[in-house]
């Protein structure tokens, strides 16, 4: 980490003004006290310890960083932590359950949707927001979905085809749940 | 990348905010979808003494349709509900074939039209496709409001008209006089990449007849370019293959590109041309198809 880093870590120094901060992360309400500046990734990561949440490139290309917000993806490197205050953000940690893959991550796993895994987070969250939005995609509208995140590893076909996966297992729970 | 220091304020009224812009002297700049600004910031491109968030002004989260036809963009509108929109792809063609192209889909999910267009990055799709439309910026300051329209709201490359303690709250599209039709092609090297070319057409017709026509260009140049004169050539004729040539060679002939990692000019004029072509011959065969 450079010094920079720790210079704005969410505990700065007593001199520069902080705002608290009240954010329901992943179900649970956590309170920090930031400064302004402070990116919404960075709390998560460095604030908050949860290191699912990957920065990649830094200027919102790449989708590494990608959060549900109020329920919608959206990219945590370019909204400030503040603009979280009251608002609902799940990471990739809030996906599974203690004893459950979530079908998303279940789908992942079992199409090899993965190779470095950098990239695994923000897709799993585009993915869990669109299935949310769109429980019967085509692979075009998957594809769709996915073009706000960069994988440089797998050429997106089994990333694809495990967001498939994952909508087929979620409609036949929703199916025997009914 | 950080931002540097700057304070922030997030007020949930209009005026709060516009006292705020008032109080910051000019160093005070508005934060809305963010898409734009939070990377100019990280750059230091920018680097405001404060951020006057309006995220909780609840009041500018709209899209409306008024009784006359006109459309109504508030400043919090979305890229993703105006894809999301009826509206659109019921009255406004030349918005419904952008939205889909802005950036990519997350960021769509929290940036802005009325943003893009204060950002007047000459890369910007909205830009074009407003412009196309004759659309208007209205502002609000502590002396009341005024609309101007996007051809004078932005003066140069990432740069308005706005004075420093006024907000852009709403973009208007007035109502179509007669029968819209329109489009926009982009041409991207990968979604979310700048537009290498960009092309917004906006017509309406009566009966067979041209009646009004806005063509605007993006990335051809160091703003958006109005192609005025190839619009003008439409109006009073029906759209055929003399017609939807003239109007191409002109919009092609007001590209100012220039040379680059994405194509050559002359490339680049090319594509503006053809997307012309591509844009007014849909709508033809569309409507012969309707016939």
Same mark, same amino acid.
């Given at each position: 980490?450079?010094?920079?880093?720790?210079?704005?870590?969410?505990?700065?120094?007593?001199?520069?003004?902080?705002?608290?901060?009240?954010?329901?992360?992943?179900?649970?309400?956590?309170?920090?006290?930031?400064?302004?500046?402070?990116?919404?990734?960075?709390?998560?990561?460095?604030?908050?310890?949860?290191?699912?949440?990957?920065?990649?490139?830094?200027?919102?290309?790449?989708?590494?960083?990608?959060?549900?917000?109020?329920?919608?993806?959206?990219?945590?490197?370019?909204?400030?932590?503040?603009?979280?205050?009251?608002?609902?953000?799940?990471?990739?940690?809030?996906?599974?359950?203690?004893?459950?893959?979530?079908?998303?991550?279940?789908?992942?796993?079992?199409?090899?949707?993965?190779?470095?895994?950098?990239?695994?987070?923000?897709?799993?969250?585009?993915?869990?927001?669109?299935?949310?939005?769109?429980?019967?995609?085509?692979?075009?509208?998957?594809?769709?979905?996915?073009?706000?995140?960069?994988?440089?590893?797998?050429?997106?076909?089994?990333?694809?085809?495990?967001?498939?996966?994952?909508?087929?297992?979620?409609?036949?729970?929703?199916?025997?749940?009914? | 990348?950080?931002?540097?220091?700057?304070?922030?304020?997030?007020?949930?009224?209009?005026?709060?905010?516009?006292?705020?812009?008032?109080?910051?002297?000019?160093?005070?700049?508005?934060?809305?979808?963010?898409?734009?600004?939070?990377?100019?910031?990280?750059?230091?491109?920018?680097?405001?003494?404060?951020?006057?968030?309006?995220?909780?002004?609840?009041?500018?989260?709209?899209?409306?349709?008024?009784?006359?036809?006109?459309?109504?963009?508030?400043?919090?509108?979305?890229?993703?509900?105006?894809?999301?929109?009826?509206?659109?792809?019921?009255?406004?063609?030349?918005?419904?074939?952008?939205?889909?192209?802005?950036?990519?889909?997350?960021?769509?999910?929290?940036?802005?039209?009325?943003?893009?267009?204060?950002?007047?990055?000459?890369?910007?799709?909205?830009?074009?496709?407003?412009?196309?439309?004759?659309?208007?910026?209205?502002?609000?300051?502590?002396?009341?409001?005024?609309?101007?329209?996007?051809?004078?709201?932005?003066?140069?490359?990432?740069?308005?008209?706005?004075?420093?303690?006024?907000?852009?709250?709403?973009?208007?599209?007035?109502?179509?006089?007669?029968?819209?039709?329109?489009?926009?092609?982009?041409?991207?090297?990968?979604?979310?990449?700048?537009?290498?070319?960009?092309?917004?057409?906006? *017509? =309406?017709?009566?009966? #067979? $007849?041209?009646?009004? %026509?806005?063509?605007?260009? !993006?990335?051809?140049? /160091? &703003?958006?370019?109005?192609?005025?004169?190839?619009?003008?050539?439409?109006?009073?004729?029906?759209?055929?293959?003399?017609? *939807? =040539?003239?109007?191409? #060679? $002109?919009?092609?002939? %007001?590209?100012?590109?220039? !040379?680059?990692?994405? /194509? &050559?000019?002359?490339?680049?004029?090319?594509?503006?041309?053809?997307?012309?072509?591509?844009?007014?011959?849909?709508?033809?065969?569309?409507?012969?198809?309707?016939?």
């Amino acid at each position: 980490m450079s010094s920079l880093y720790e210079e704005i870590r969410p505990e700065p120094a007593s001199d520069v003004p902080v705002r608290r901060v009240t954010i329901t992360l992943n179900g649970e309400k956590r309170v920090a006290e930031v400064e302004p500046r402070l990116l919404l990734a960075h709390l998560i990561r460095q604030g908050f310890r949860l290191t699912g949440t990957h920065t990649g490139c830094d200027t919102s290309n790449c989708g590494a960083c990608t959060v549900l917000f109020d329920g919608k993806a959206i990219k945590s490197c370019t909204m400030l932590a503040v603009q979280a205050d009251g608002h609902e953000v799940t990471t990739v940690e809030g996906l599974a359950t203690a004893s459950e893959l979530h079908p998303v991550q279940e789908g992942f796993k079992d199409e090899h949707g993965l190779q470095c895994g950098f990239c695994t987070p923000g897709m799993m969250l585009a993915a869990t927001a669109l299935l949310r939005e769109n429980p019967d995609p085509t692979e075009d509208e998957v594809r769709w979905a996915l073009s706000g995140n960069l994988c440089r590893c797998t050429g997106y076909q089994n990333i694809v085809k495990s967001v498939l996966w994952a909508a087929k297992k979620l409609q036949s729970q929703s199916a025997s749940a009914e | 990348m950080y931002p540097s220091r700057f304070s922030y304020e997030a007020p949930s009224s209009l005026d709060e905010a516009i006292d705020l812009l008032h109080a910051g002297g000019g160093e005070a700049k508005v934060l809305a979808g963010g898409q734009s600004l939070v990377p100019l910031l990280k750059l230091r491109f920018a680097a405001p003494e404060m951020l006057v968030d309006i995220n909780n002004i609840a009041s500018l989260r709209y899209l409306r349709e008024d009784p006359d036809g006109s459309l109504h963009i508030g400043a919090l509108c979305r890229h993703a509900e105006l894809e999301r929109s009826s509206i659109l792809v019921a009255h406004q063609p030349t918005m419904a074939a952008a939205a889909p192209l802005i950036a990519d889909p997350i960021v769509r999910n929290r940036g802005t039209l009325v943003g893009s267009l204060c950002h007047a990055d000459p890369q910007g799709d909205w830009a074009s496709v407003v412009t196309a439309l004759g659309g208007r910026v209205v502002a609000q300051g502590p002396n009341g409001r005024r609309s101007i329209a996007v051809a004078d709201f932005v003066s140069g490359p990432f740069q308005n008209v706005l004075a420093y303690d006024e907000i852009a709250v709403e973009t208007v599209i007035p109502a179509a006089k007669g029968t819209a039709a329109g489009g926009y092609l982009k041409l991207e090297r990968r979604v979310g990449d700048f537009a290498t070319v960009g092309v917004a057409v906006a *017509i =309406e017709t009566s009966g #067979e $007849l041209v009646t009004r %026509a806005g063509i605007a260009l !993006t990335g051809v140049g /160091g &703003s958006t370019i109005d192609a005025a004169e190839a619009g003008r050539t439409l109006v009073g004729k029906a759209l055929t293959r003399d017609t *939807i =040539e003239s109007a191409a #060679e $002109l919009a092609a002939q %007001a590209a100012r590109p220039r !040379t680059d990692h994405r /194509g &050559s000019a002359d490339y680049k004029r090319h594509v503006v041309h053809t997307f012309v072509v591509r844009i007014l011959t849909r709508i033809t065969d569309a409507t012969q198809k309707a016939a």
